[in-house]
């Protein structure tokens, strides 16, 4: 009780902090993929924009890193100094290179939309590369894998079946659009919408590769914002390495008004480095399926601001494969919550029987007040323990 009572803040219990703290963090990165739709259609390369995001959030970590981490920070290898170049051009380089060529090529609120299949397609690839246990002869097993096809046949639809507008700005703002062909651009118009689709897939694929693969190496590396951190510094030279020959002209490295800078610093500030701190802390305190439930509000909110900013329709192709990828994420997230308790349960039987016979020896020993012993409870809550 005490430690609940310490964790408040200006008396709110941290179980209400977190569920603040996980809406905030679906505003701030539903903003970053509308914002990020601004600066392409102003203009800004998307070799550029990445790398100035990047060195925003590697500014931002690196003092963080050094300070908080001096402890548990090994020694810097060339093994690691590999493991973390891969770990870039995986999680920084295809990862954010696929994003901004896939939202070039529809809209924010699809994008956000296949960013849910990315917890499926995580299990999916830790289960083929045996770090993920899947007993089809288990409740948790089967959802598993119907909330991974679901997620799969989410995105298929999404990428090819686009089918009728089912909602779109009224007939004044359509007109409005035909006149002014930036704002039809905004919304995601005469763009290849299935290519697009096709690199948002892939910009999922590398989201899940980096995740699956950060696992091996944050246990010989237990340091989560060095880590972080020079994934960010080499995603930063692989970035700049492409661009030097990609991207020829020098004007596109200037900033040429206050609106292209402010996606800049958004995107690294708010969507890289506050988001980061935020969901870090929240997977420590609520655990990681906590976290994962939160994605889908991402994708409302994101459609009720591309709506409102940049006059985007909806179409029942996006809808159907919304729902179909939203419904495999509970249903994996449900199987891994199931896998989780039986874990703990099958864990804590030796504990009980041991625990039985030591009561049984001791109720023949001292009797009453023996028994009573066994009606205590087993584990007491610790400080440590997830607050969902």
Same mark, same amino acid.
């Given at each position: 009780?005490?430690?609940?009572? *310490?964790?408040?803040?200006?008396?709110?219990?941290?179980?209400?902090?977190?569920?603040?703290?996980? $809406?905030?963090?679906?505003?701030? =990165?539903? @903003?970053?993929?509308?914002?990020?739709? +601004?600066?392409?259609?102003?203009?800004? &390369?998307?070799?550029?924009?990445?790398?100035?995001?990047?060195?925003?959030?590697?500014?931002? $970590?690196?003092?963080? #890193?050094?300070? %908080?981490?001096?402890?548990?920070?090994?020694?810097?290898?060339?093994?690691?100094?590999?493991?973390?170049?891969?770990?870039?051009?995986?999680?920084?380089?295809?990862?954010?290179?696929? !994003? +901004?060529?896939?939202?070039?090529?529809? &809209?924010?609120?699809?994008?956000? *939309?296949?960013?849910?299949?990315?917890?499926?397609?995580?299990?999916?690839?830790?289960?083929? $590369?045996?770090?993920?246990?899947?007993?089809?002869?288990?409740?948790? @097993?089967?959802?598993?894998?119907?909330?991974? %096809?679901?997620?799969? *046949?989410?995105?298929?639809?999404?990428?090819? =079946?686009?089918?009728?507008?089912?909602?779109?700005?009224?007939?004044?703002?359509?007109?409005?659009?035909?006149?002014?062909?930036?704002?039809?651009?905004?919304?995601?118009?005469?763009?290849?919408?299935?290519? /697009?689709?096709? =690199? %948002?897939?892939?910009?999922?694929?590398?989201?899940?590769?980096?995740?699956? $693969?950060?696992?091996?190496? +944050?246990?010989? =590396?237990?340091?989560?914002?060095?880590?972080?951190? !020079?994934?960010?510094?080499?995603?930063?030279?692989?970035?700049?390495?492409?661009?030097?020959?990609?991207?020829?002209?020098?004007?596109?490295?200037?900033?040429?008004? /206050? &609106?292209?800078?402010?996606?800049?610093?958004?995107?690294?500030?708010?969507? &890289?480095?506050?988001?980061?701190?935020?969901?870090?802390?929240?997977?420590?305190?609520?655990?990681?399926?906590?976290?994962?439930? !939160?994605?889908?509000?991402?994708?409302?909110?994101?459609?009720?601001?591309?709506?409102?900013?940049?006059?985007?329709?909806? !179409?029942?192709?996006?809808?159907? /494969?919304?729902?179909?990828?939203?419904?495999?994420?509970?249903?994996?997230?449900?199987?891994?919550?199931?896998?989780? *308790?039986?874990? #703990?349960?099958?864990?804590?039987?030796?504990?009980?029987?041991?625990?039985?016979?030591?009561?049984?020896?001791? @109720?023949?020993?001292?009797?009453?007040?023996?028994?009573?012993?066994?009606?205590?409870?087993?584990?007491?809550?610790?400080?440590?323990?997830?607050?969902?």
């Amino acid at each position: 009780m005490a430690d609940a009572e *310490a964790r408040k803040v200006c008396g709110v219990p941290e179980r209400v902090q977190l569920h603040v703290a996980m $809406l905030a963090l679906q505003f701030g =990165y539903a @903003g970053f993929h509308v914002v990020s739709r +601004l600066a392409l259609n102003m203009g800004i &390369s998307k070799l550029v924009f990445p790398v100035y995001r990047n060195i925003i959030a590697l500014i931002l $970590l690196v003092p963080f #890193a050094y300070f %908080l981490e001096k402890k548990d920070r090994p020694q810097l290898t060339l093994n690691f100094v590999v493991q973390f170049f891969l770990l870039a051009l995986c999680g920084i380089t295809a990862n954010q290179g696929f !994003y +901004l060529l896939g939202l070039d090529n529809t &809209s924010p609120t699809f994008a956000s *939309a296949i960013q849910n299949s990315v917890p499926a397609i995580t299990f999916a690839m830790a289960a083929a $590369l045996r770090i993920e246990k899947v007993r089809l002869d288990r409740r948790d @097993g089967v959802a598993k894998v119907v909330g991974t %096809l679901a997620c799969v *046949a989410g995105a298929s639809v999404i990428t090819l =079946y686009k089918g009728p507008t089912i909602f779109g700005p009224g007939s004044d703002k359509l007109q409005a659009a035909a006149e002014v062909p930036w704002r039809a651009a905004m919304a995601g118009e005469g763009k290849n919408w299935t290519l /697009g689709c096709v =690199y %948002l897939i892939g910009h999922c694929l590398s989201w899940s590769g980096w995740l699956v $693969l950060q696992a091996p190496v +944050l246990k010989k =590396y237990p340091a989560r914002l060095s880590v972080t951190s !020079y994934t960010c510094f080499f995603g930063v030279i692989q970035f700049i390495i492409i661009a030097a020959f990609m991207e020829r002209d020098a004007d596109a490295w200037a900033f040429h008004s /206050g &609106s292209e800078l402010f996606t800049i610093l958004y995107a690294g500030f708010i969507a &890289s480095g506050v988001a980061f701190a935020v969901q870090i802390w929240c997977i420590d305190r609520g655990g990681p399926v906590f976290v994962a439930v !939160y994605q889908p509000v991402q994708t409302l909110v994101v459609a009720i601001m591309a709506s409102l900013t940049l006059g985007e329709k909806f !179409y029942l192709g996006g809808v159907i /494969g919304a729902v179909l990828i939203i419904a495999g994420l509970y249903f994996v997230l449900w199987g891994k919550n199931q896998e989780r *308790a039986r874990l #703990a349960k099958e864990a804590a039987a030796p504990a009980m029987a041991v625990d039985r016979d030591t009561s049984s020896s001791a @109720g023949r020993i001292g009797g009453k007040h023996a028994s009573s012993a066994v009606t205590q409870p087993l584990l007491l809550p610790t400080s440590s323990d997830h607050v969902v």
